[in-house]
C-alpha cells in the first residue's frame, strides 16, 4: 500500500509504533483477545443468523463473517438494509459483501469491551427480529424500519408520519439510545449512484464570471 502509487509511506510509522509499544507479549495477547472476542460474537449471533467459514471445531479466526444472502432470500431484506439499520442503533456497519457478496464481515478486534460487543450482538438480534416481522407481513417490505433507515432528527421532528411503526421503535430502537445517540445526518442514499457519479457540490464556474 505504501509503494502503491499514489500510497502513503506515512502509515508505516503507525504500524511500527504499535508494534514497538505492544512487544511480543502485548501482540500474543492482543491476537488472543480478537479472536475470543469474534467468536465470543459468533457464539452469541449464530442462532440467528448463518456464520460462513467456521474451523472443524465450530470456530472462527479473529473475524466473523455473517450470511445475509438466505436470510434475504427468506425475507427480503438485504445487508444493505441491515447496515443502514445499525446506524440507528449506533453503530457504523462492519464490512459489507466482503470477502463474500451479500455477507456482513463482524470484526471486533482486541480493542471492544464486553459491554459494547454486548450492545453490538443485542442489537444484531433485534434487526434480525425486525426481520421476522416484515417476513411474517407485520410490516410491508417496501415500509419497514429496515428499508427506511437510518431514521435522522428531521423524521422524528417532522408532523406528518405515515410508517406502520412508531417514531420510537424508528429513531430509538433500543434502551442506548435513550441515554446516548447518534444522529445520521440524510436518510439512505444512492451508493452505487455515488461511487458511479462524481457530483461537484461546487458553485458553478459561471458564478465566478466577471
Same mark, same amino acid.
Given at each position: 500500500?505504501?509503494?502503491?502509487?499514489?500510497g502513503?509511506?506515512?502509515?508505516?510509522?503507525i504500524?511500527?509504533?504499535?508494534?514497538?509499544?505492544?512487544?511480543?507479549a502485548?501482540?500474543?495477547?492482543?491476537?488472543k483477545?480478537?479472536?475470543?472476542?469474534?467468536?465470543?460474537?459468533? /457464539?452469541?449471533l449464530?442462532?440467528?443468523?448463518?456464520v460462513?467459514?467456521?474451523?472443524?471445531?465450530?470456530?472462527?479466526?479473529?473475524?466473523?463473517?455473517?450470511?445475509?444472502?438466505?436470510?434475504?432470500?427468506?425475507t427480503?431484506?438485504?445487508?444493505?438494509?441491515?447496515?443502514?439499520?445499525?446506524?440507528?442503533?449506533?453503530?457504523?456497519?462492519p464490512?459489507?459483501?466482503?470477502?463474500?457478496?451479500?455477507t456482513?464481515?463482524?470484526?471486533?478486534? /482486541?480493542?471492544?469491551d464486553?459491554?459494547?460487543?454486548?450492545?453490538?450482538?443485542?442489537?444484531?438480534?433485534?434487526?434480525? /427480529?425486525?426481520?421476522?416481522?416484515?417476513?411474517d407481513?407485520?410490516?410491508?417490505?417496501?415500509?419497514?424500519?429496515?428499508?427506511?433507515?437510518?431514521?435522522?432528527?428531521?423524521d422524528?421532528?417532522?408532523?406528518?408520519?405515515d410508517?406502520?411503526?412508531?417514531?420510537?421503535?424508528?429513531?430509538?430502537?433500543?434502551?442506548?439510545?435513550?441515554?446516548?445517540?447518534?444522529?445520521?445526518?440524510?436518510?439512505?442514499?444512492?451508493?452505487?449512484?455515488?461511487?458511479?457519479?462524481l457530483?461537484?457540490?461546487?458553485p458553478?464556474? /459561471?458564478?465566478?464570471?466577471?
Open positions: 500500500m505504501s509503494a502503491a502509487d499514489l502513503s509511506a506515512s502509515i508505516l510509522p504500524s511500527w509504533a504499535y508494534i514497538a509499544m505492544m512487544g511480543e502485548g501482540l500474543t495477547d492482543a491476537t483477545v480478537a479472536i475470543l472476542n469474534a467468536n465470543y460474537v459468533m /457464539e452469541r449464530l442462532p440467528h443468523y448463518p460462513l467459514y467456521r474451523g472443524t471445531n465450530g470456530r472462527v479466526a479473529h473475524e466473523c463473517i455473517i450470511d445475509i444472502r438466505p436470510l434475504k432470500e427468506e427480503g431484506i438485504s445487508e444493505e438494509d441491515i447496515a443502514k439499520r445499525l446506524m440507528d442503533y449506533g453503530f457504523h456497519a464490512t459489507m459483501s466482503f470477502p463474500v457478496a451479500g456482513l464481515m463482524v470484526e471486533p478486534t /482486541e480493542s471492544e464486553l459491554e459494547e460487543l454486548d450492545r453490538f450482538c443485542e442489537a444484531m438480534i433485534a434487526i434480525r /427480529e425486525e426481520m421476522t416481522q416484515v417476513k407481513g407485520v410490516w410491508p417490505l417496501d415500509n419497514n424500519p429496515l428499508v427506511n433507515a437510518p431514521h435522522t432528527q428531521v422524528l421532528s417532522k408532523e406528518e408520519w410508517r406502520p411503526y412508531s417514531r420510537e421503535l424508528g429513531c430509538f430502537p433500543s434502551s442506548h439510545q435513550r441515554t446516548w445517540k447518534y444522529w445520521p445526518t440524510v436518510n439512505r442514499v444512492d451508493n452505487v449512484y455515488g461511487d458511479r457519479n457530483i461537484c457540490s461546487c458553478s464556474i /459561471e458564478n465566478y464570471e466577471d
